[in-house]
């Protein structure tokens, strides 16, 4: 599967068909939110599924230090460029997120936009140090009555799965909507 998926966004980046560097507003608002007042000090933070890497320079200009993690080698490349672009620094990596192994404890801020492995959710939350928090951001099954976006259920979230995904997590903001696309947002953090 790797290699089908990787030549697919290869493909896409490829194709310029997800080349927007303008940040999701979930993740501002969120971070302005919750972020910001939390960490007096910026720390290390990963972006998976990052893609070319319009939230890794997000963070980067705000002094984190940011690891992103990618299928595509072309996604990475064009990530280091637009970074190198805005004078900042990340760390990207080409890697496929199925088999990934996330380091425990290493992070204090984790984001994943428009991503879904389940496999991985129980990672992510032990990736995060004490006093961490995820940013998750991804499509519902609902979106399936909209125009657009992923149609396998496998790449889709049950109603509340996101809100239950993280037991050990404390949440601090949850949202289903269907306004432009159906997604599901969460805020959480480790104590």
Do not use: C
């Amino acid at each position: 599967m790797e290699d089908n998926a990787r030549v697919e966004w290869d493909s896409r980046h490829s194709e310029r068909s997800h080349n927007s560097l303008t940040p999701d507003p979930f993740l501002v608002s969120a971070y302005e939110q919750f972020v910001a007042p939390n960490f007096k000090y910026v720390g290390r933070a990963l972006d998976i599924a990052g893609g070319i890497g319009r939230h890794a320079v997000y963070l980067a200009e705000r002094g984190w230090l940011v690891t992103l993690m990618d299928i595509s080698d072309v996604a990475v490349k064009q990530a280091r460029r637009h970074a190198e672009e805005r004078d900042v620094h990340i760390l990207a990596e080409q890697i496929d997120l199925t088999e990934a192994q996330l380091p425990v404890s290493a992070f204090d801020l984790i984001l994943v936009f428009f991503y879904l492995e389940r496999s991985l959710l129980p990672q992510i939350a032990d990736a995060l140090r004490p006093g961490g928090i995820v940013i998750y951001k991804t499509y519902t099954r609902e979106q399936l009555k909209l125009v657009g976006g992923p149609t396998h259920p496998m790449h889709l979230l049950e109603p509340n799965e996101l809100q239950a995904a993280f037991p050990q997590l404390r949440i601090l903001h949850y949202l289903e909507t269907t306004k432009d696309k159906a997604v599901a947002e969460l805020v959480a953090r480790k104590e």
